[in-house]
């Protein structure tokens, strides 16, 4: 068990919809990343928030946004979703902003199909 | 921007026996770490062994162990007697020390243990 917790585990949505996705970093840790997994794409990574500021963004759609609340949790949210946006999204988390041992902690994902 | 190539989409042996998967990346940066995580059915992300580029010393956790050759750009990973849990996608992944801190992952490599 990494410590890092993400819900749903499993979503199932249409196309157009919105969904938001969720994620608790361990304990203590003040960065949280943001990563897609499909098939075609492999592992991209979409953003990274640190004590609740923007810290980095990657390959990011506009239709996507996310934040990082004062609890150090953050959201993912998914708009006018397409066919496309299927995939597995992974959250991750380190200790500071600059992971001086590199190390990012996954959660187990969270399955998105959109239909 | 940085790349991670992993040449062999799926490699197949035989329990006990040793198995590498090759990985070379891409990049005009001189501090960094390389990582192999390892995503067995469950879908979680498992580090599996980091190197920081400026040691020389290949690293080594257990039956797993990397051959770092910096020069080349080559950063495989060694399986010693392979188990039956080692089953899983491998992913070599990279992260450079300067300006955003995120994981660079390669495609990946399917790696099936027999019994």
């Known amino acids: 068990d990494s410590g890092v917790t993400q819900t749903p585990k499993h979503l199932i949505t249409a196309t157009g919809q919105r969904v938001t996705l969720r994620c608790s970093p361990r304990?203590?840790?003040?960065?949280v990343y943001w990563y897609q997994q499909s098939l075609d794409q492999g592992l991209q990574f979409l953003i990274q928030?640190?004590?609740?500021?923007?810290?980095a963004k990657g390959n990011i759609l506009e239709r996507f946004s996310a934040q990082q609340f004062p609890d150090l949790h953050s959201e993912l949210n998914l708009s006018s979703l397409e066919l496309g946006d299927s995939a597995l999204y992974f959250c991750?988390?380190?200790?500071?902003?600059?992971?001086?041992?590199?190390?990012?902690?996954f959660g187990e994902g969270s399955r998105l199909t959109v239909l | 921007a940085q790349t991670v190539t992993q040449s062999q989409p799926e490699m197949s042996v035989q329990e006990a026996e040793t198995v590498t998967l090759s990985c070379t990346y891409d990049t005009s940066e001189n501090n960094y770490y390389l990582f192999w995580y390892k995503q067995p059915p469950s879908r979680q992300m498992i580090l599996v062994i980091r190197q920081e580029a400026y040691k020389q010393q290949n690293a080594t956790e257990n039956r797993f162990s990397v051959n770092f050759q910096k020069a080349a750009k080559s950063f495989s990973l060694k399986i010693s007697d392979s188990q039956l849990g080692d089953t899983a996608m491998y992913f070599c992944?990279?992260?450079?020390?300067?300006?955003?801190?995120?994981?660079?992952f390669g495609q990946g490599t399917r790696l099936t243990i027999n019994p």
């Open positions: 304990s203590g840790d003040l960065s």
């Open positions: 928030y640190y004590n609740g500021e923007e810290r």
């Open positions: 992944a990279f992260m450079n020390l300067q300006g955003a801190q995120k994981l660079v």
């Open positions: 991750a988390s380190s200790v500071g902003g600059s992971p001086n041992t590199g190390e990012l902690f």
